[in-house]
């Protein structure tokens, strides 16, 4: 028994001895190897024996694989490299000198990149997260990308910073040299909007122009304009991800989406299933899916974002002034000239309430608070009455929380700031006529504006930051008049 288990010891040997010999080579051969690694190591670094072998394994094995296959078919026109010209007027802007005539795709899109990424202080929170969550998608990706952006969220998840509450009675507010300084529009403007995660705020109007500047407060340097040849510009707004603008003419059927990565302006035009002679008023939802256009005759129509088709219309009874989606993108609420108010659910395009908004002969402006908890309409009266959601939803005649009669002319704007503290009204009827209601006591704020010092005139558009610490509004004399409200310490 004995001598079987030595010789199944001796067996287990011979084979580990021929083992050895096919990976090391043979102890003497072995020996001569590492000391020719150690003389090696004392010029250049000491190399292991593991990492010996394992480079022979692996040029063995690269020695092993069949040689590349020549391609079938070569196109010379891919060796080509495309030029695109700088010459042109949309492309102005990009040139860094006059000898600058041709770039190819990729300077071009590099170009396009590195003045966007400049104008947003970098790379923008919503990119970051955009990359890690397509890099998450990569099967080939590690799970610490997915961690990352899982901390990225945390931190940047509460959009409005934490303040003490905003005092009633007067509002710290200090006027800032204009947003578009340094490029004020030749007649009215039509549009003032901050961009929904950068430092940046766009300015549009009847010049055809569309014009984006970086706000600092004290020079606000611009970052690129945008000629629409033949196409005043009746409204503007940045998409929901910040990446592309929609725009409409005072009276064409068509408009334009420009996307600010691609530096592209693309026409929209021929929805089928669409037929109005103008397009003018619309609003973006939310969610980004869909784009709602106010017809004629009391239609709405609502159009995916995606691909620009007609998916639905809705209609009011008489005309429908103004509307706007609740901030979850579920509802849609739209005033008449009747002076009605028209809840939609988006999603089966039914209506869920019609309530009349007290008071009102006809409907002018309509908003929504971020919060959910407030609507506010704006009628031809001058009077803006803000009631609660709930009551909206439910009632057929629901009583305003507060009726504000601080104006005598049409309503024509509104605007609640983003922690819902504040909303801005005003009308394009009278200069100066803006104010600054606050919430929830409903009172106005005595020093806004500034009535010994006109700045305002007649309001066209107005807007918040997405923070709550700038305030800007458009008026007809081609100004983007800004305003740092101190009691918010972000942008």
């Known amino acids: 028994m004995a001598g079987a288990e030595r010789q199944a010891l001796g067996e287990m040997s011979a084979a580990e001895h021929c083992l050895e010999q096919l990976v090391f080579g043979g102890e003497d051969q072995f020996l001569h190897r590492l000391g020719a690694g150690q003389q090696r190591g004392l010029s250049g670094g000491l190399l292991d024996d593991d990492d010996s072998s394992a480079s022979e394994v692996e040029n063995e094995a690269k020695s092993s694989f069949p040689p590349a296959k020549k391609a079938a078919w070569v196109d010379e026109e891919d060796d080509t490299e495309e030029l695109v010209n700088m010459k042109h007027r949309f492309r102005k802007d990009l040139q860094k000198s006059n000898t600058e005539k041709n770039l190819s795709v990729e300077q071009l899109q590099q170009r396009l990149k590195e003045q966007f990424q400049k104008a947003m202080g970098g790379t923008p929170v919503w990119a970051e997260i955009e990359k890690k969550r397509k890099r998450k998608k990569d099967p080939h990706s590690s799970g610490d990308e997915s961690e990352e952006e899982d901390e990225l969220l945390r931190r940047t998840g509460n959009f409005v910073s934490a303040s003490e509450a905003l005092p009633k009675g007067t ?13 004020p529009s030749e ?3 039509t549009t003032v909007q901050f961009h929904p995660s950068a430092q940046v705020v766009m300015t549009a109007g009847m010049d055809q122009t569309i014009s984006l500047f970086q706000v600092d407060g004290k020079t606000n340097p611009k970052i690129q304009s ?3 040849q033949h196409f005043p510009v009746y409204k503007a707004r940045f998409t929901v991800d910040g990446e592309q603008i929609v725009a409409t003419g005072v009276r064409n059927k068509m408009f334009y989406m420009y996307d600010m990565m691609a530096g592209k302006i693309l026409p929209v035009c021929g929805v089928r299933g669409l037929e109005e002679r ?5 609003e973006v939802s939310p969610d980004g899916s869909y784009l709602l256009l106010t017809g004629a005759e009391g239609y709405l129509h609502l159009l995916s974002m995606k691909t620009k088709e007609w998916i639905n219309s809705m209609k009011v009874n008489g005309k ?3 509307s706007t989606f609740s901030p979850d993108g579920s509802k849609i609420y739209t ?3 009747g002076g009605d108010v028209y809840v939609w659910d988006v999603r089966s395009r039914r209506c869920l309430n019609r309530f009349v908004d007290d008071g009102s002969l006809h409907g002018t402006s309509i908003a929504m608070s971020c919060n959910s908890q407030y609507l506010a309409c704006g009628s031809s009266s001058g009077v803006v009455n803000i009631y609660s959601q709930n009551s909206c939803l439910q009632e057929k005649n629901p009583k305003p929380l507060k009726a504000v009669m601080n104006l005598v002319t049409a309503v ?3 605007a609640f700031n983003p922690n819902t503290e504040i909303l801005a009204i005003a009308s394009h009827a009278a200069d100066e006529a803006v104010r600054l209601v606050h919430i929830p006591s409903f009172n106005v704020f005595s020093n806004f504006p500034n009535l010994r010092r006109k700045h305002i005139h007649m309001t066209q558009s107005l807007d ?4 709550g610490g700038f305030f800007s509004v458009a008026n007809n004399k081609g100004r983007a008049v800004l305003y740092r409200l101190n009691h918010y310490k972000d942008f």
């Open 171 to 183: 509002i710290q507010v200090k006027k800032c040299l204009d947003a578009n300084h340094e490029r």
């Open 187 to 189: 007649t009215r403007l």
């Open 226 to 228: 945008i000629c629409l």
């Open 278 to 282: 103008h397009i003018r008023k619309f």
């Open 320 to 322: 429908a002034i103004a």
């Open 335 to 337: 005033n008449s000239d």
């Open 412 to 414: 024509t704007a509104l």
């Open 464 to 467: 918040f930051s997405p923070r």
